[in-house]
């Protein structure tokens, strides 16, 4: 037995059949379709330690909070809007947790010196995340500029084979010229 089944059959004995959760939460197929995925690739999340279901039923089948929908849509927007790599997801939605736990947490104390400790804690967190994107828009704007100058490289050469046809177009047919060898760039 696998890790992964193992930990499911753990779960899904440690599931109450009679928890509201287990029994009326959102099945696998429809947060799928909600999200525009396709349930393989929830399952291949959830192995990832990504996208987890909110509880298994005893029978095993994973079940999801209402919310899940918007979560997944989250991890899409990374993944797709941000270009970020699963890995990367992975511990930007694990920040994201540990932001939400640590709201509430602060919220639910007074003591200010806690308070001041989860703080510093957010502030920390936010900042890695930060760093994160900045890294991301550096890689980007790179690729970005590297595209730029072969779209100028492939335009000089239009201009440049757009005079040749003018040029050829206003004299009779000749023997080919020597190939350039900057012809065959694309």
Known sequence: MTTSARSKAARSADAD???DAATSGLRIGEVAARAGVS???LRYYEERGIFQPTVYTAGGERRYDPSAADQLRRILELRDGLGLALEEVRAFIESERRLGALKS???GT???ALRRRLLE???GIRTDLVKRIDAKMEQLQSLRA???ENLQRNAKRMEELESELR???AQPP???AQADPRAQEP
Do not use: K
Request: charged share 35%; hydrophobic share 20%; no cysteine.
């Open 121 to 123: 804690e957010v502030m």
């Open 167 to 169: 040029s050829s177009s």
């Open 17 to 19: 059949p009679s928890d």
């Open 146 to 148: 590297e595209l730029e």
């Open 39 to 41: 349930t393989r690739t």
């Open 174 to 176: 000749t023997e080919p």
């Open 105 to 107: 947490e602060f919220h």
């Open 110 to 112: 007074a003591e200010p």
